[in-house]
């Protein structure tokens, strides 16, 4: 099971950005997945997750109208389409995956996700 990450950069604030996950080893129906992100000095927190198979889909607060999430089984990618930046959106943003039976709890359980992509940096300044 492997993840990459991609997309990340510098933006204005009140620009957009769409991070990529391409994920290989497995298949999107099979895994929850989820976004985090960690800002200097801050825990890892979840921004994002989403079922392919049962089309459920959670947001954080802090983020909710102006993140989506979305996929494309076929190039077994997960975006996320980053809209509005402040730059309290500035971190290093990762994807990941959880079983099934954590869904429900998905931006809850940072524990509970078996397999981590590497990173990408969003940078939001003027």
């Known amino acids: 099971v492997q993840l990459q990450a991609s997309g990340g950069g510098l933006v204005q604030p009140g620009g957009s950005l769409r991070l990529s996950c391409v994920v290989s080893?497995?298949?999107?129906?099979?895994?929850?997945i989820g976004w985090f992100r960690q800002a200097p000095g801050k825990e890892r927190e979840a921004v994002s997750c989403?079922?392919?198979?049962?089309?459920?889909?959670y947001y954080a607060d802090s983020v909710k109208g102006r993140f989506t999430i979305s996929n494309n089984n076929a190039e077994n990618t997960v975006y996320l389409q980053m809209n509005d930046l402040k730059p309290e959106d500035t971190a290093v943003y990762y994807c990941?995956?959880?079983?099934?039976?954590?869904?429900?709890?998905?931006?809850?359980?940072?524990?509970?996700?078996?397999?981590w992509g590497q990173g990408t940096l969003v940078t939001v300044s003027s």
């Open positions: 989403f079922s392919s198979e049962l089309g459920n889909t």
């Open positions: 080893g497995f298949r999107l129906d099979d895994r929850v």
């Open positions: 990941a995956t959880l079983p099934y039976r954590w869904v429900r709890h998905c931006l809850d359980v940072r524990s509970r996700y078996d397999n």
